[in-house]
């Protein structure tokens, strides 16, 4: 599994906030999440403007929950930007604890 190299986070007002309000999930839940060194997947189908990447993985708290993000590079920093995070379904879960 490739690990993730970053230095930061780039939040803005949409994104810092949009996660909560759809999914129920917290910007500091995300950071912690990429803390737990989640597995990496390329997104393709989503990669139309810029290079999206999926990870999936365990919360601090025991909840499986996938991240729709990108890497960019700002003043020279790698800086993850969520674009979407929201906790697995249980079929999700199982899917993925099978394959």
Known sequence: MAELDYDDFDWDQGNAT???AKHGVSR??????FEGKPFLAEDPKHSRHEKRQLAVGVTQEGRWMVVSFTLRTKEGRSLIRPISARYMHAKEVRDYEKG
């Open 28 to 33: 500091e839940t995300i950071e912690a999440f």
């Open 18 to 20: 949009k996660n909560l």
